[in-house]
């Protein structure tokens, strides 16, 4: 009998679990390699993608970089120096002195092919896209008309770090920079603004608060159109107002965005309250009215300055002419008046107005033979009310009075002070559409001063210090654009009375006499000498209120005289882009 060297018990199915040992171990060691492989690649593709999105946000900062260039020169002097210097735009790349994160980036232009060794440029692309003028306003401001043109930036960056390909990303920004006359805006506050409506409120025009906006109606409150604050919109009480939460509520028809831009004047400074207040006071000697604040001025936009004094009052041309043409007195009999006196309720005080005659203003607008002539044969636009009269503030208050306005000179008329304004019986209100929001007929207009009273057509001065319920009211309609102060609520811990009582009042109106009011309301400072409280007993009961944005202010040969101007910059298309592309992608 032969042995089998090869063959013993259980060899087959030893011989078998080793080759299964074998193949598994294959196939463990191939996923494995399989895994590190894909952990390689996917490590590879995750840093490649930092890279793209690293060098996006390094082209992004390169765009933002020449638009914060560009907002500054625009507000210190206008779209012409942003135009003239494009070329200086263009070398605005961020630079390694600025930061040495800028070290690992180069920049290009579109359709640049002249690089140096690294391949930078160092060139932004920048373009004027439409000239500057009178235009629709895109994006959160769409629907306002202003003098606007529009740019394109465009910025390529390259990650000199060396993945493989370097990463390259390209972002592409369009914009307006824009000048928005200020009276477009149904409600324009520079400071928080509060809405707290005890009557249903319904907002026709646009609304901006360049800080927060507190909407906090004890009714129905209706935006018909966009608003927008560079703050929060907040519906609630602003911070002092110890009232109980809002009962109304409140409908936006149209968008309402908050953390917008800001708008801002162009006076060459800062833009607080107190930089802004200046635009309605005498400028300091030695300022120059083509400096920037000097040209915000009201006083140096004016035709007609009147200064008043303990003992005269004195008019003259305005700055137009160097102040080189005196009005003769005896030609302002009986349009100005010194003599009259009546008590203001909210103030405490006696108002010891320079009082205007508004009718009589415009009948010697229309043929007086030293101011016209200067004028170049027109009619009297903006008159400046400078009061230096000194008296006991503790007991009176020097202000301005306009009276008999119901018709204004031929192409309007703008009335400055920085004293309180006080504006008496239908003004600017033809017969046939008072109490009515049809504004055809009427004038471009507006009221500039430290604070607005609206004095009905019922008033009288010696009924003035009576109590409030002898001060009767009656229908009074106001077509003007109002630009005054208010009191802040923190300035006594009590609510300011919100912008439905911005336009102050002294009489028992109730609810069936109604304030027609068709204008624009802009706050961009506190009051400083009418500076009583609202809310205090025996003062007034508020009118029936018929309010409406004046639609005519949104035609530029509508606007009244000396508007403000706010300047901005509108963000448009924001876009990635194919490297060295001018359009955006796809």
């Not at 500057?132 to 306002?144: I, K, P």
């Not at 033979?369 to 009619?379: F, I």
């Not at 609202?534 to 209120?545: C, D, N």
Request: proline share 6%.
């Amino acid at each position: 009998m032969k042995t089998n060297l090869l063959s013993w018990p259980g060899r087959t199915e030893r011989g078998f679990a080793l080759m299964l040992v074998m193949v598994f171990t294959g196939i463990s060691l191939f996923v494995l390699g399989g895994a590190l492989s894909w952990t390689a690649q996917n490590s590879h593709l995750t840093s490649r993608n930092n890279d793209i999105f690293t060098t996006a946000f390094a082209a992004e900062a390169a765009t933002e970089k020449v638009l914060a260039t560009i907002a500054k020169d625009f507000q210190d002097d206008g779209e012409a120096r942003v135009y003239a210097n494009l070329s200086d735009y263009k070398d605005l790349r961020p630079k390694k002195r600025e930061e040495p994160f800028w070290e690992d980036f180069t920049f290009t232009a579109p359709g640049e092919s002249t690089e140096d060794a690294t391949g930078d440029t160092g060139r932004i692309y920048v373009e004027r896209r439409t000239s500057w003028g009178l235009t629709e306003l895109t994006s959160v401001y769409a629907g306002l008309r202003a003098n606007a043109s529009s740019y394109r930036v465009i910025a390529n960056a390259r990650m000199k770090r060396d993945h493989g390909t370097p990463a390259r990303a390209g972002v592409l920004q369009d914009f307006q920079i824009a000048s928005i006359p200020v009276f477009q805006f149904a409600i324009f506050y520079g400071l928080n603004m509060e809405i707290s409506c005890g009557q249903p409120f319904n907002v026709t025009g646009r609304v901006h608060s360049n800080k927060k906006l507190y909407v906090c109606p004890d009714n129905t409150l209706t935006f018909q159109t966009h608003v927008t604050a560079v703050g929060d919109i907040t519906f609630g009480r602003a911070p002092g107002d110890g009232r109980a939460a809002p009962r109304g509520t409140v409908t936006y028809m149209g968008d309402h965005d908050a953390k917008v831009g800001a708008l801002t004047l162009p006076i060459g400074t800062n833009n607080t309250p107190g930089a802004v207040r200046a635009i309605v006071e005498i400028p300091p000697p030695g300022e120059s009215a083509a400096s920037p604040m000097g040209r915000q001025r009201y006083y140096n936009k004016a035709d007609m300055i009147i200064v008043v004094s303990n003992t005269t009052v004195t008019a003259s041309s305005g700055n137009f002419n160097g102040f080189g043409t005196a009005i003769p007195a005896r030609q302002l009999a009986g349009l100005i008046n010194t003599n009259s006196a009546f008590w203001d309720a909210r103030e405490s005080k006696w108002v010891r107005p320079l009082t205007i005659d508004v009718g009589r203003l415009k009948d010697w607008s229309a043929t007086n033979t030293s101011l016209r002539p200067a004028m170049g044969n027109r009619d009297v636009r903006l008159v400046y009310v400078a009061d230096h009269r000194t008296v006991n503030t503790n007991t009176d208050l020097v202000a301005v009075r306009l009276t008999n306005g119901a018709a204004l000179p031929a192409t309007g008329l703008t009335v400055a002070t920085e004293r309180p304004l006080y504006v008496q019986g239908h003004y600017n209100a033809p017969v046939a559409d008072r109490g009515t929001s049809n504004t055809l007929a009427s004038l471009p207009a507006s009221l500039v001063s430290d604070a607005i009273t609206v004095l009905s057509e019922a008033w009288t001065d010696p009924t003035s210090a009576l109590a409030v319920g002898s001060r009767l009211a009656a229908h009074t309609t106001v077509n003007a654009a109002f630009l005054s102060g208010i009191v802040e609520t923190p300035t006594y811990s009590i609510y300011s009375g919100g912008a439905e009582n911005f336009p102050r009042f002294l009489e028992t109106w109730g609810s069936t006499r109604t304030f027609t009011y068709n204008g624009s309301m802009v706050v961009v400072f506190p009051s400083k000498y009418a500076i009583g409280r609202w809310g205090l007993t025996s003062v007034y009961s508020p009118p029936k209120r018929n309010w409406a944005f004046d639609l005519n202010f949104m035609n530029s040969v509508k606007l009244p005289p000396g508007t403000p101007e706010l300047r901005t910059i509108v963000r448009g298309t924001w876009s990635l882009i194919p490297p060295g592309e001018t359009i955006p992608a796809s």
